[in-house]
Each structure stands twice: as structure tokens, then as C-alpha cells.
Nanobody, 120 residues
Framework: QVQLVESGGGLVQPGGSLRLSCAAS????????MAWYRQAPGKQRELVAN??????KYADSVKGRFTISRDRDKNAVYLQMNSLKPEDTAVYFC???????????????WGQGTQVTVSS
């Protein structure tokens, strides 16, 4: 069984910063990619940023403000969010593409999400 647990969400004023953390635990053979998605009320879930062995990608709306980083030893991924805007308000989800064993296939796993609210 694999679990992803996010932390670090909360209420912040416009222009402020937050750092989200996500740690994967359980039976993990290899993690190929990790990512952050978000979903605002009434909207579809959208990719915020992802990182794999080859590259890192950001949504246009967060480029220059958000930074994704990964700690392979801890099976963790982080999202540093600066210059936050009210439109960044959403539930942020961590995702990982991984194999649980050498014989397993690659699958996507998701955390439960953490609320980020940007408001004065």
C-alpha cells in the first residue's frame, strides 16, 4: 500500500508565501515522477508543476512564482509558492507515478489534498 500525505496549506494574504510538502510512504520500488495539481471550486483539476528525471514543468499561471523540488531519499516533493494571488486559492494535491515492486507496473497515486486560501 502506498500513501501520499500533504501538509503546509493554510490561509495567507495576497503577496505572501507558503511551502507545501508531500511525503510518499509504504511499499515503493521507484518513483518516476512527482507533481502538484490543484482544484478550485467549480473548476477542473489542473497541473501546477511536475518533475521527473528529465525535466520540470510549470503551468504558465505559476511560472516565476512557484518552485517544485524533490528529495529522492525521503520520497518527498515540495512546492514553494511565492507572490500568492487570490486566484491561487484551491485544494492542492500531490501525485506520484511509481512502481511498488520490480514486478509491478507504473501507477499514479494521489494524496488527499491540502487547502490553500489566498485572501486579505
Amino acid at each position: 500500500q502506498v500513501q501520499l500525505v500533504e501538509s503546509g496549506g493554510g490561509l495567507v494574504q495576497p503577496g505572501g508565501s507558503l511551502r507545501l510538502s508531500c511525503a510518499a510512504s509504504g511499499s515503493i520500488f521507484n518513483i518516476y515522477a512527482m507533481a502538484w495539481y490543484r482544484q478550485a471550486p467549480g473548476k477542473q483539476r489542473e497541473l501546477v508543476a511536475n518533475t521527473n528525471e528529465d525535466n520540470t514543468k510549470y503551468a504558465d499561471s505559476v511560472k516565476g512564482r512557484f518552485t517544485i523540488s524533490r528529495d529522492r531519499d525521503k520520497n518527498a516533493v515540495y512546492l514553494q509558492m511565492n507572490s500568492l494571488k487570490p486566484e491561487d486559492t484551491a485544494v492542492y494535491f500531490c501525485g506520484a507515478n511509481l512502481r511498488r515492486s520490480r514486478l509491478d507496473i507504473r501507477r499514479d497515486y494521489w494524496g488527499q489534498g491540502t487547502q490553500v486560501t489566498v485572501s486579505s
